[in-house]
């Protein structure tokens, strides 16, 4: 049974830092393009960043968090990271990893990806 599982969430103050991982298990990990998404209320669900399969030589990010957001893997941990440094208000969302194995790199097409982790939630304090 694939699952991915999201940890590292939390409350950070404006300015701080927080790293997300994703642990995967049931797939064969260095096969799945990664990605990270958000969502926010009454919004879509939106790309932060994205990284393409096996030593993730691709990446891509949204604009606004580019500088600042930087998506990684280590294959041999089965796990995806995504670092958040100098954190915004506006960065407060719920943060969702998402793998799929159909092609290297995914981007940021929601629909592209096969399986999706349960969220977990990032609140940045002014």
């Known amino acids: 049974q694939v699952q991915l599982l999201e940890s590292g969430g939390g409350l950070v103050q404006a300015g701080g830092s927080l790293r997300l991982s994703c642990a995967a298990s049931g797939i064969t990990f260095h096969d799945y393009a990664l990605a990270w998404f958000r969502r926010t209320p009454g919004k879509e669900r939106e790309m932060v960043a994205a990284i393409s399969y096996w030593s993730g030589q691709t990446t891509g990010y949204a604009d606004s968090v580019k500088g600042r957001f930087t998506i990684s893997r280590d294959n041999a941990k089965n796990t995806g990271y995504l670092q958040m440094d100098s954190l915004k208000p506006e960065d407060t969302a719920v943060y969702y990893c998402?793998?799929?194995?159909?092609?290297?790199?995914?981007?940021?097409?929601?629909?592209?990806?096969?399986?999706w982790g349960q969220g977990t939630q990032v609140t940045v304090s002014s």
């Open positions: 998402a793998a799929d194995s159909r092609s290297s790199y995914r981007g940021k097409n929601i629909h592209a990806y096969q399986f």
